[in-house]
């Protein structure tokens, strides 16, 4: 009984005994299986995310590029029209 910190709220023992190094140790050990079944299920799907949104980024460029071609090719024509009609 001489032990017990009274002083300190009861999180705070909870607390000291979440970090000891057993605890650590097999809570590791526990987790461990778990972690690595749910990696091996998630792998292939986050290859796929990544490859999809490197696609996707890939695709919004190339609209962009377009975009700024069509744009510059009307701007370039409609200043090609008014030097044309100041001419005539």
Do not use: H
């Not at 002083?7 to 050990?29: N, V």
């Not at 990696?39 to 290859?47: A, C, D, E, P, V």
């Not at 996707?56 to 190339?62: G, R, W």
């Amino acid at each position: 009984m001489d032990d017990l910190d009274l002083e300190k709220p009861i999180g705070w023992s909870f607390y000291d005994i979440l970090e000891s190094e057993i605890i650590k140790k097999y809570s590791k050990e526990l987790l461990q299986p778990i972690t690595d079944k749910l990696y091996k299920t998630t792998y292939s799907y986050l290859w796929i995310i990544c490859i999809y949104s490197i696609l996707l980024f890939i695709v919004i460029l190339a609209n962009f590029l377009l975009l700024i071609k069509i744009y510059w090719k009307f701007s370039c024509s409609k200043i090609d029209r008014e030097n044309f009609a100041e001419k005539a």
